[in-house]
Antibody, heavy 114, light 110 residues
Framework: EAQLVETGGGLVRPGGSLRLSCAAS????????MSWVRQAPGKGLEWVSL???????YYADSVKGRFTISRDNSKNMMYLQMNSLRIEDTAVYYC????????WGQGTLVTVSS | QSVLTQPPSASGTPGQRVTISCSGS????????VYWYQQLPGTAPKLLIY???QRPSGVPDRFSGSKSGTSASLAISGLQSEDEADYYC???????????FGGGTKVTLL
């Protein structure tokens, strides 16, 4: 079965940067719809970004201009470069595969705090 | 505030039928497929309902989804203890060019 594993989370100061990685197995990143979804502590799910066919990308308004989604097909990995981080970006970030959000990673916690 | 509106909580006794609503607009539920996800405590969400009320392998048939106009609903027939979880609806929004989620509904057994 498909497995997605996120890494790269941690503590960062406001205004700082972080890059999240998502490693996929039994699932081909290059041929699939890939997304990032986040969940602030005690809150609901919030879609962040997606990348699909031909490297088309979309972003939530809350992260547009600050976050960049990308993938490395040779490594079967997806990334989320997060710049100008804000306190409100604090959340567990999930890597999600499939156009129905079929497969979810276990999540990686990003904490933005001074 | 979430673009899709769900009740914050729902409850029922074991074996009872519970329904969760998800209200949106013509640009999301009215135009696109609605998906449902289950998040058990301390775990990642998982896909519960596909388009056309299909379920991924392993999801019991007591879970079913429906849609009418700009609203959708998830029904759990024969509520069981392992169904205590948070449930989220989601759909693509053509106006926002973004995926939108409901705020989530916490289901508890009485």
């Amino acid at each position: 079965e498909a497995q997605l594993v996120e890494t790269g989370g941690g503590l960062v100061r406001p205004g700082g940067s972080l890059r999240l990685s998502c490693a996929a197995s039994e699932f081909t990143v290059s041929r699939n719809y890939m997304s990032w979804v986040r969940q602030a502590p005690g809150k609901g799910l919030e879609w962040v970004s997606l990348i699909y066919s031909g490297d088309l990308t979309y972003y939530a308004d809350s992260v547009k201009g600050r976050f960049t989604i990308s993938r490395d097909n040779s490594k079967n990995m997806m990334y989320l470069q997060m710049n100008s981080l804000r306190i409100e970006d604090t959340a567990v970030y999930y890597c999600v595969g499939g156009s129905s959000f079929d497969y979810w990673g276990q999540g990686t916690l990003v904490t933005v705090s001074s | 505030q979430s673009v899709l509106t769900q009740p914050p909580s729902a409850s029922g006794t074991p074996g009872q039928r519970v329904t969760i609503s998800c209200s949106g607009s013509t640009s999301n539920i009215g135009s696109n497929t609605v998906y449902w996800y289950q998040q058990l405590p301390g775990t990642a969400p998982k896909l519960l309902i596909y388009p056309n009320n299909q379920r991924p392998s392993g999801v019991p048939d007591r879970f079913s989804g429906s849609k009418s106009g700009t609203s959708a609903s998830l029904a759990i027939s024969g509520l069981q203890s392992e169904d205590e979880a948070d449930y989220y609806c989601a759909a693509w929004d053509d106006s926002l060019n973004a995926w939108v989620f409901g705020g989530g509904t916490k289901v508890t057994l009485l």
